[in-house]
């Protein structure tokens, strides 16, 4: 090794040494034990307490936010995408979808997407339903806005429990490999559990992933829904 590279690989010691041992490589999710957590209807005012818990931790997560909220909390939707975690479209407004004509459909969509780009400079390439109310025509019209459908192998029903320790029994009896997992981030009792959630979530082995990361390089294709 020459003098200079010596020298750098020092410097980086320390830092390097300072991460979670998960955060310095990338997951494969094909060898180790994965669970995709996901937020809804976000960014709120809790969302950035969330953001530094998963920051400490290491740990990635998924948000499907509703453009309305990305409208208001501008900094923490790029926060989120400078943090290295998945950004989803939740729509506008947050309606039940089916409910809608094609029209009115695809303007919550669209006006979501442009939203979240215009800030992070990429377009989501998936998004969850609101009330996971969907059909074949809510999907086929998110597939030709370029999107995937994403929905979850569990709920915690957060939003009705209001417990921080319900829905931290919740989450753990929903946990399972490759699981994906519905939280909202404006549930404050869901951000106030998560540093003591994360902990027991690690003990059970899991790497807590972006839902791209539990598809092992695979891409979903627009108008997909996963998990089926």
Not at 59 to 71: D, N, P, R, Y
Not at 76 to 98: F, Y
Not at 206 to 216: A, D, E, I, K, Q
Request: net charge positive; glycine share 8%; aromatic share 4%.
């Amino acid at each position: 090794m020459s003098p200079r590279a010596l020298v750098v690989a020092v410097l980086l010691l320390p830092t390097l040494s300072a991460l979670p041992a998960h955060a310095a490589a990338k997951v494969d999710c094909a060898k180790v034990k994965c669970l995709a957590l996901t937020f809804d209807d976000g960014p709120g005012p809790s969302t950035g307490a969330l953001l530094s818990t998963l920051k400490k931790s290491g740990a990635k997560a998924t948000f499907f936010l509703m453009g309305k909220h990305v409208e208001q909390r501008p900094t923490l939707v790029k926060r989120m995408a400078a943090e290295g975690h998945e950004i989803g479209n939740h729509t506008w407004s947050h309606p039940s979808l089916p409910t809608l004509f094609d029209e009115e459909i695809t303007r919550e969509l669209r006006a979501t997407q442009e939203a979240i780009e215009g800030l992070i400079g990429r377009a989501p390439r998936m998004f969850r339903p609101p009330y996971g109310h969907t059909d074949d025509r809510v999907a086929g019209l998110a597939g030709e806005e370029g999107m995937a459908q994403v929905l979850w192998t569990g709920t915690t029903l957060d939003w009705k429990l209001r417990d921080q320790k319900k829905i931290r029994a919740a989450v753990l009896r929903l946990a399972k490999r490759d699981g994906v997992i519905l939280m909202h981030d404006v549930v404050p009792q869901t951000v106030q559990v998560m540093p003591a959630l994360v902990k027991d979530l690690r003990k059970r082995g899991y790497h807590l992933v972006t839902v791209s990361t539990l598809l092992r390089g695979r891409k979903l294709t627009p108008g997909e829904t996963y998990p089926i």
